[in-house]
Structures are given as structure tokens and as C-alpha cells.
């Protein structure tokens, strides 16, 4: 099966149907009706969208599978008073409702914007969006700057605690432990090289380093986030923030290379619009696993 929101979505769709009748939910998720064991004939609904899934099982990191079984035993463990499993900041939360409950301050700005829909007596209303049952944080920000050689501990810190956890399946550190000073020495080279642009990614305008990027021409050599960033939208900013980069320098087809192992890395850069091209390769690391091109369309400077 190929990877993409709909057949990670058909795939949650028959794990659950092994333990009972599956329908699609309106306006959105799934009602599952136990026909099987304990609890047979009760219903289940999920409430979730299929982007809101891969978003799930992305900054999980799970695979396909062990994410539609996580769902499945979550459906199976449903106590019979909260009928309802609902998505919210990546994971499934057992609720009576099919909606989360609203933060005492957003129901507190939605109160007052009613009260006063010309704004609040002295001032004005700036921008106002009624408060949505699931509420996710605004995106952080992040920053793009030249990587120097005082950058490289910090990010060679970022990078294997992502390589540690994100690519324990590529590389068992039992075995193939994170070559750091292979990698640092990788670092100094490239931010010598005239022909490699080495970035620091930073919280905020010039806060700490929490990611790094390497671009040459159209290829996007290296990118990377500390796991603690992991499913903050630090991730997403700071590939959009490349891109530009990118777009602005003249590039209108990026490409890229991760390993065919890294199935959460896989599925971040295809949720972003990145395409596989089928050309693999080998990394120069033992034990030398393989790694699959993706491309990516980005327009000119004004696209």
C-alpha cells in the first residue's frame, strides 16, 4: 500500500473492522460498532479527520500499522460512558462529547465579541474567528541563519537525538551508533564549502538552535529538528522558511534525498507536497541503507 492520508486512512479503516462494523462519521471520523467480545453491539465514534490521522501518526512516529492497532485497542478499552474517542493535538482523548471543551478564555473572547461586535468600548476588534471545539496552538516562530562553526554543538545535539529516536529502524544505535565526530567534521566542511548554504534554525529571531538545514542549489542536503520541537508546527515553519529560501535564490524544482526506512520522515515530507521519483541511492554510513529521491515544485520568486 502507498503512503498518503487516504490509504493510511483506508488502512485504519479495515484494522478496525476486525472488531466491528465500520461507517464513515458525518461530518467527519468514524462510527465503530462492536460486534465482537465485550461490549458487543455498543458504539464507538471517532471523531477525526483523515489529515488530522496522518498528522497523528506522523509526530507519533509510528508506522502504519502500530498506529491502527493503537487506535483499535483504544476503541476496545472505550469506557461504555464516553461513547467518544476525539482527535486533539495528536492524540485520541476519551470524551462524553463529540467535542472538546472550549478553553474558559477563548468562551470568554467569543462572550465579549458578541457583547461588543465593534469592539470592546475605547478600542477595536483587530481580528476576531469564533473559537473552534478543537483548539490548536498558533504555529511558533522560527528563524533562518547562517550556521558558523560555534553552531555545530548545538545542532550536532538536535541531530542525534532526532537520529536517535527518528532512525532507530535505520540505524540500531546497538550496532550503528551516531557518528558524531564524523558528522561535526561533515558540518565544518560544508560550512567551508562556497557551494553549501549551512543554516541554523532558531526559537524565534536569533533565540536558541533547535534545527539545521544544508542547501546546494536545488538539492535540500540536510534537515532537521530537535525532537522536543517535534509536533509544535517548528518542523513545518522552519521547511516552509527553506523553501523560500530556495524559491527567492531561483529554484523552481527541489529535490531531496531521505532514507526508505524513515517512514515518519517519509510521511512529513509528502504531507508537504514532496513526491517520490523512484531514483534510490546508498548512504556513506554503515550499513549503508538506502535512500529514495523526492522532487518538489516551487515556482518562481512571486509563486
Known amino acids: 500500500m502507498e503512503r498518503g492520508v487516504d490509504t493510511w486512512w483506508d488502512h485504519l479503516v479495515d484494522v478496525l473492522a476486525t472488531v466491528g462494523d465500520v461507517t464513515e462519521r458525518d461530518p467527519d471520523g468514524l462510527s465503530v460498532v462492536l460486534t465482537t467480545g465485550y461490549g458487543s453491539g455498543r458504539v464507538v465514534e471517532v471523531v477525526m479527520t483523515p489529515g488530522e490521522w496522518d498528522d ?5 512516529g509510528w508506522r502504519r500499522d502500530s498506529g491502527a492497532q493503537h487506535v483499535r485497542r483504544l476503541v476496545l478499552e472505550q469506557p461504555p460512558d464516553k461513547p467518544y474517542l476525539v482527535y486533539n493535538l495528536y492524540r485520541l482523548v476519551a470524551l ?3 467535542n472538546m471543551p472550549v478553553d474558559p478564555a477563548f468562551a470568554r473572547m467569543a462572550e465579549l465579541a458578541a457583547q461588543h461586535p465593534g469592539g470592546i468600548p475605547g478600542g477595536t476588534w483587530s481580528a476576531h474567528r469564533p ?8 504555529a511558533p516562530q522560527v528563524s533562518l541563519g547562517a550556521m558558523t562553526p560555534p ?9 542525534e537525538a532526532g537520529a536517535v529516536i527518528g532512525l532507530a529502524a535505520v540505524f540500531p544505535q546497538d550496532e550503528f551508533p551516531f557518528p558524531r565526530e564524523a558528522i561535526a567534521r561533515r558540518w565544518l566542511e560544508e560550512i567551508a ?20 538545514a544544508a542547501l546546494r542549489g536545488g538539492e535540500l542536503m540536510h534537515f532537521g529538528m530537535a525532537p522536543e520541537r517535534w509536533g509544535t508546527g517548528a518542523a513545518q515553519a522552519a521547511h516552509d522558511a527553506v523553501l523560500e529560501r530556495m524559491r527567492s535564490a ?3 524544482r527541489a529535490w531531496l534525498r531521505v532514507f526508505t526506512g524513515n517512514e515518519r520522515g517519509r510521511r512529513f515530507y509528502e504531507r ?18 538506502e535512500l529514495l529521491q523526492y522532487e518538489r515544485e516551487l515556482g518562481g520568486p512571486d509563486a
Open 56 to 60: 497523528m501518526c506522523s509526530i507519533g
Open 96 to 98: 462524553d462529547s463529540p
Open 131 to 138: 473559537p473552534s471545539p478543537r483548539q490548536v496552538a498558533a
Open 151 to 159: 553552531d555545530v554543538p548545538a545542532v550536532i545535539e538536535a541531530q
Open 193 to 212: 564549502s562556497s557551494d553549501i548554504e549551512c543554516l541554523a534554525v532558531r526559537d524565534g529571531d536569533g533565540g536558541e538552535v533547535i534545527g539545521f
Open 250 to 252: 531561483g529554484v523552481t
Open 272 to 289: 508537504l507536497g514532496w513526491t517520490p521519483t523512484g531514483e534510490r541511492s546508498r548512504s556513506t554510513f554503515e550499513p549503508r541503507p
